[in-house]
């Protein structure tokens, strides 16, 4: 049985206000869990190997993304490339020792490889705070920070979700622009404080 939605518009009412902030604020001990962008809810965004930089960096672009996974047609991440790696002096220095051009890369040039890639788990997430994870970040030095669990229908490991600095920023209230990590976390802990 299906429904039909009946759904009809109306006028706004002229007496309307805006709904009063403050409902679902995150703030530092909120559980991290609601800082996660759960690839469960949000279709993750991903790049080939063999594809170019320029690729990567329009793909980043329309999808409103500052990370893509590198996975291959099986669904296999091998690894992923931010806006950092594109944008920044590792293109260059690639393209200057092969004597090409930044645009002639690909991503697989540029991307970290999965063996690489830090990882929180899921069930360790569950029980962490917002501050718990800028915590990770800003230790390791990353703007992400992958989250795995284990795919309940096949017993294997699956990158479930990942948290973003930039993401946890906004979330916070904390405008978090450009690449500078650490004035990013300086900004998102000056938040904390207030």
Not at 3 to 21: D, F
Not at 87 to 115: F, H, N, W, Y
Request: with cysteine; hydrophobic share 45%.
């Amino acid at each position: 049985m299906t429904l039909a939605a009946k759904v009809r518009t109306h006028k706004i009412s002229k007496n309307a206000t805006l709904s009063a902030s403050g409902y679902n604020l995150v703030g530092a001990d909120s559980p991290a869990i609601e800082a996660m962008t759960d690839f469960l809810r949000v279709n993750v965004v991903t790049i080939a190997t063999d594809a170019s930089v320029v690729e990567a960096n329009a793909r980043m672009i329309s999808r409103g993304v500052r990370l893509l996974m590198v996975s291959s047609g099986d669904d296999r991440v091998d690894g992923l490339i931010t806006a950092r790696d594109i944008m920044g002096e590792k293109p260059m220095q690639i393209a200057s020792a092969r004597a090409c051009k930044r645009d002639e890369l690909l991503v697989a040039d540029l991307m970290t490889p999965i063996g690489s890639v830090d990882t929180l788990y899921l069930n360790e997430v569950l029980n962490a705070r917002v501050v718990d994870i800028l915590e990770a970040l800003k230790r390791l030095g990353r703007q992400h920070i992958l989250v795995e669990d284990v795919d309940p229908a096949t017993g294997l490991p699956r990158v479930r979700g990942l948290f973003s600095a930039t993401h946890i920023g906004r979330l916070l209230g904390v405008p978090v622009l450009g690449f500078e990590l650490a004035s990013t976390f300086a900004e998102i802990e000056a938040a904390l404080a207030d």
